[in-house]
Nanobody
């Protein structure tokens, strides 16, 4: 059974930091591209960051220089380190995995498995 479990969301003031964690099980983690997406009320789900098997990363323009997406294949974990948070970063954040792990896609439909989401709220 495949499971992605996110943790680390919460309420933070603008300018603060949070680290989201995603624990994956039921897959050969090292062969998957992993991504973090977010969805704010009334908006489409969008890619925040993704990392391929080979360590290639891709970030949304809005988070470049503020967020990073490290992965730990030994622990089957992927993280989203979020610094200098802004109110517009408020959303539900989802961890996702894509089987064909050598490419990085920004399209949610290309991802095979998803976590349940964790809320991030940034107050002004």
């Amino acid at each position: 059974q495949v499971q992605f479990v996110e943790s680390g969301g919460g309420l933070v003031q603008a300018g603060g930091s949070l680290r989201l964690s995603c624990a994956a099980s039921g897959i050969v983690f090292s062969t998957y591209t992993m991504g973090w997406f977010r969805q704010a009320p009334g908006k489409q789900r969008e890619l925040v960051a993704a990392i391929s098997v080979g360590g290639i990363t891709r970030y949304a323009d809005s988070v470049k220089g503020r967020f990073t997406i490290p992965r730990d294949n030994a622990k089957n974990m992927v993280y989203l380190q979020m610094n200098s948070l802004k109110p517009e970063d408020t959303a539900v954040y989802y961890c996702a995995g894509k089987r064909t792990g050598w490419s990085v896609s920004i399209n949610p439909v290309d991802y095979d498995y998803w976590g349940q989401g964790t809320q991030v709220t940034v107050s002004p």
